[in-house]
């Protein structure tokens, strides 16, 4: 590998790098969809695992360096956080419930509360992406 990298420049070297660091198996998830996330928590010498519940608002990147926004409202505040798809600490990705939108951004989500905020339900049954 040590050749390898010596042939390859720029971007391509950049990429053969990246690639060694990135998942293989990732779940297939759209925007609108309600996430659990399960993020790795190290407090002291102790590592869990806990669980963030909300809708998926954007997906933005590439590569190794995608990520994607997960909102939710706890206690009436609107609590967003931004997960790197490949890091470590993401542990789990699992799809709650699949939502139908027609917006790659839902940023308009933002401004509202109550009922008003929620995505319909995607009944349609969507194909695996691989």
Excluded: W
Aim: net charge positive; charged share 35%; aromatic share 4%.
């Amino acid at each position: 590998m040590a050749d390898e990298k010596k042939r390859l420049k720029g971007q391509d070297l950049l990429n053969s790098i990246e690639a060694h660091y990135m998942k293989d198996k990732i779940t297939s998830f759209q925007v609108g969809d309600a996430l659990e996330v399960g993020v790795r928590i190290s407090e002291g010498d102790k590592t869990r695992v806990q669980l963030f519940t909300g809708t998926c608002i954007a997906r933005k990147g590439s590569g190794n360096r995608e990520t994607f926004t997960v909102r939710r409202i706890v206690q009436g505040e609107g609590v967003e956080r931004i997960f790197p798809l490949h890091s470590p600490n993401v542990e789990s990705i699992q799809v709650v419930r699949q939502g139908r939108v027609r917006r790659a951004k839902l940023n308009y989500l933002r401004d509202r509360t109550g009922r008003s905020s929620r995505v319909k339900e995607d009944q349609r049954t969507r194909t695996e992406e691989a």
